[in-house]
């Protein structure tokens, strides 16, 4: 089992960065895929992007690619995001996800450990 904790919301004028963290308490950190969701007022959680157990396979949504990073430093059973170039409908609570296996998944069902969640305001 893991317990997640994040950090590093805030507010942040459109054009910003903001660079979201994810604690992990377990040994096996490097055994567990991880991943980012969000979730904006009304409307349904969705993936952010994801990164492989070792850290060296990383998923990203279309809609983040080339302005989000997400890293891992499984010494340390941190997972980080990165995220330039903000706009106002990246605003949302931002969750840090994880599940037992080392591949990335992108569906919410299919992680069964969750952090409380983190939240992201972009202003115009």
């Known amino acids: 089992q893991v317990q997640l904790v994040e950090s590093g919301g805030g507010l942040v004028q459109a054009g910003g960065s903001l660079r979201l963290s994810c604690a992990a308490s377990?040994?096996?950190?490097?055994?567990?895929?991880l991943a980012w969701f969000r979730q904006a007022p009304g409307k349904e959680r969705e993936c952010v992007g994801g990164?492989?157990?070792?850290?060296?396979?990383?998923y990203y949504a279309d809609s983040m690619k080339g302005r989000f990073s997400i890293s891992r430093d499984n010494a340390n059973t941190t997972v980080y995001m990165q995220m330039n170039s903000l706009k106002p409908e990246d605003t949302a609570v931002y969750y840090c996800?994880?599940?037992?296996?080392?591949?990335?998944?992108?569906?919410?069902?299919?992680?069964?450990?969750w952090g409380q969640g983190t939240q992201v305001t972009v202003s115009s």
């Open positions: 996800a994880a599940h037992s296996g080392p591949i990335m998944l992108t569906m919410t069902y299919q992680y069964p450990y």
């Open positions: 377990g040994r096996t950190f490097s055994n567990y895929g």
């Open positions: 990164i492989s157990g070792s850290g060296t396979d990383t």
